[in-house]
């Protein structure tokens, strides 16, 4: 296999004119006098030092330029293999990743079946509930407008009461007459009568009327005393008596 040849650098125009000079010098110096009677004359030893220190630095900037490229390539090159690093280890973690969700999804296959069974079944489940719920919150409705209509109409009672006891209390007064001309009234006697027969005491009897009147909103000023109870019972008794005999004399008036 033939080998490549090599591959030069380019040269600037200044190295080629140095260089092109040199070797016009070297070919002056080689000829006899008498040929270099008509050239020009060579550059002194200074003036070769000079250009020399110029291509010298002309060098040093140009090696400067190239290791100043050199790093920022070297500096680049850090960062695409920290860079490349990086994609290396997030492409291990996807790899990891997507086979931890290959068997997942293995697995999710297998059971696929049953969840949706599962699923189906918890579905006819919760719709029989939504319909006994539906059926009880018609119920509850049909409900709440009863009670409603109740609560409306026991209102209007209770408005038409207050109004119908408004108009009593105007008609009689709201004090309860015990006497009338120093003398206690047939309702007073009635309703001691009864208190007694309920088995209330007979001391207790006018302290229980107070109470009873200040309870129906009626105010009565006199208090029995037990004498007195003990003679409305006694008058009751009298008075039963005197019905007996009288229905007596009458069935026997009858019966001849």
């Not at 650098?9 to 200044?14: A, G, L, V």
């Not at 939504?130 to 407008?145: A, M, N, Y």
């Not at 006891?165 to 009864?194: D, N, S, V």
């Not at 003679?231 to 008596?241: N, T, W």
Request: charged share 35%.
């Amino acid at each position: 296999m033939a080998r490549e040849p090599k591959r030069r650098r380019k040269r600037s125009n200044k190295q080629r004119k140095t260089i092109l000079h040199a070797q016009e010098t070297s070919t002056n110096r080689h000829r006899a006098l008498g040929e270099t009677t008509n050239h020009i004359r060579s550059p002194s030893n200074a003036e070769n030092i000079k250009g020399l220190e110029k291509e010298i630095q002309y060098l040093k900037k140009k090696v400067h330029e190239g290791n100043q490229r050199w790093y920022k390539e070297r500096r680049r090159n850090v960062r695409a293999e920290k860079a490349t690093g990086s994609q290396k280890e997030n492409l291990k973690q996807a790899k990891t990743e997507a086979e931890r969700l290959r068997g997942l999804a293995s697995m999710l296959g297998k059971n696929l079946d049953e969840v949706t069974k599962d699923a189906n079944e918890s579905i006819r489940r919760l719709k029989d509930r939504i319909k006994r719920l539906e059926g009880s919150l018609k119920d509850l409705t049909q409900r709440r407008v009863v009670l409603w209509k109740r609560c409306k109409r026991l209102t209007a009672a209770k408005s038409a009461l207050k109004k119908r006891m408004a108009e009593m209390r105007k008609a009689r007064p709201a004090t309860f007459q015990m006497m009338r001309k120093g003398r206690y009234t047939p309702e007073a006697r009635r309703l001691a009568r009864l208190l007694v027969s309920s088995g209330a005491a007979e001391r207790r009897v006018g302290e229980a009327m107070q109470d009873i009147g200040s309870v129906l909103g009626v105010e009565i000023k006199q208090r029995v005393s037990a004498r007195s109870v003990q003679r409305f019972v006694l008058e009751k008794g009298v008075a039963a008596d005197i019905q007996i005999v009288y229905e007596i004399i009458k069935s026997a008036s009858k019966s001849c």
